[in-house]
């Protein structure tokens, strides 16, 4: 198959937050607001795609570990982690 007709967001990721020693689904508005405004410069965010509260889709392109280091480092940053380092878990679905 061409890469021209290959699907964008091949990957499905769900992502859990850890703050306080309590772990939840990572809020679609935290999701989205990295994704769409991604602040790392790094093209591998470019295909990314929240879809809900703890869910995004994703391109070939990035791990699920990449993908947790870059919005850990935004939610420590924004003040998500309540005064201690964001703890974010991703895993492939």
């Given at each position: 198959?061409?890469?021209?007709?290959?699907?964008?967001?091949?990957?499905?990721?769900?992502?859990?937050?850890?703050?306080?020693?309590?772990?939840?689904?990572?809020?679609?508005?935290?999701?989205?607001?990295?994704?769409?405004?991604?602040?790392?410069?790094?093209?591998d965010f470019?295909?990314?795609l929240?879809?809900?509260d703890g869910k995004v889709e994703a391109g070939f392109h990035l791990t699920p570990e990449r993908f947790a280091e870059g919005l850990a480092a935004w939610l420590t940053q924004r003040g998500k982690g309540e005064g201690?380092?964001?703890v974010v878990q991703v895993t492939r679905e």
């Open positions: 198959m061409p890469a021209c007709f290959q699907p964008v967001y091949a990957q499905k990721f769900t992502v859990n937050v850890v703050v306080r020693g309590e772990t939840r689904a990572c809020p679609l508005d935290w999701l989205d607001q990295f994704c769409m405004r991604n602040f790392t410069n790094s093209a470019d295909d990314t929240p879809i809900a201690q380092p964001a």
